[in-house]
Nanobody, 123 residues
Framework: VQLQASGGGLAQAGGSLKLSCAAS????????MGWFRQAPGKEREFVAT????????YYAESVEGRFTISRDNVKNTVYLQMNNLKPEDTGIYYC?????????????????WGQGTQVTVSS
């Protein structure tokens, strides 16, 4: 499975961006998917995850109430709507496909990773 993330860019604090991640084949529609991010000098961290049906989602505490993950299994695409962005949201955002059907916050549960898309939030 190949993943292509897009939608990153530069935003001001309080602004919004929407990330998309398209999978190369239908396998991803049976698997949980997630978004992670990595800031310079820091480890990759969990942001949001969604189960294969799209009805179960989990978020990192730092983004709860501001970010929304969703998916379209017909298009093999997962989205991350990011609102009320903060400078600390800056980083490279990666989408990933889980080994399992359910949503997972654990990085080791993910097998396939996209190339990442840069998000920069200015204050």
């Amino acid at each position: 499975v190949q993943l292509q993330a897009s939608g990153g860019g530069l935003a001001q604090a309080g602004g919004s961006l929407k990330l998309s991640c398209a999978a190369s084949r239908r396998t991803s529609s049976n698997n949980g998917m997630g978004w992670f991010r990595q800031a310079p000098g820091k480890e990759r961290e969990f942001v949001a995850t969604i189960g294969w049906r799209g009805d179960i989602t989990y978020y990192a505490e730092s983004v709860e109430g501001r970010f929304t993950i969703s998916r379209d299994n017909v298009k093999n695409t997962v989205y991350l709507q990011m609102n009320n962005l903060k400078p600390e949201d800056t980083g490279i955002y990666y989408c990933a496909v889980s080994l399992y059907s359910q949503a997972s916050t654990v990085i080791s549960a993910y097998r396939y990773w996209g190339q990442g898309t840069q998000v920069t939030v200015s204050s």
